[in-house]
Nanobody
Framework: QVQLVEAGGGLVQPGGSLRLSCAASGIIFRLYTMAWYRQAPGKQREFVATITRTGFTDYADSMKDRFTISRDNAKNTVYLQMNSLKSEDTAVYYC?????WGQGTQVTVSS
């Protein structure tokens, strides 16, 4: 079955950076569109970014100037580089492809 395993979350100060990774198994990774979502406490899960199998990317408006999604098909891994982090970026970040979700990784932005 499909397995998505996120890593790279943690505590970072405002203005800092983090890079999340999501390792996929159980799929022919290079054929799949991958995405990141996030869910802040008390809020609905929201779209962050997506990357198609051909490398086309799309972002939520509030993140497109600060976040970069990328993929390494040789490593079956998708990344999310997050820069200029703000307190409102605090959330659990989830990797997604089609109907499959990872377990999430916590990102906390606080001084």
């Amino acid at each position: 079955q499909v397995q998505l395993v996120e890593a790279g979350g943690g505590l970072v100060q405002p203005g800092g950076s983090l890079r999340l990774s999501c390792a996929a198994s159980g799929i022919i990774f290079r054929l799949y569109t991958m995405a990141w979502y996030r869910q802040a406490p008390g809020k609905q899960r929201e779209f962050v970014a997506t990357i198609t199998r051909t490398g086309f990317t799309d972002y939520a408006d509030s993140m497109k100037d600060r976040f970069t999604i990328s993929r390494d098909n040789a490593k079956n891994t998708v990344y999310l580089q997050m820069n200029s982090l703000k307190s409102e970026d605090t959330a659990v970040y989830y990797c997604n492809t089609e109907q499959s979700w990872g377990q999430g990784t916590q990102v906390t932005v606080s001084s």
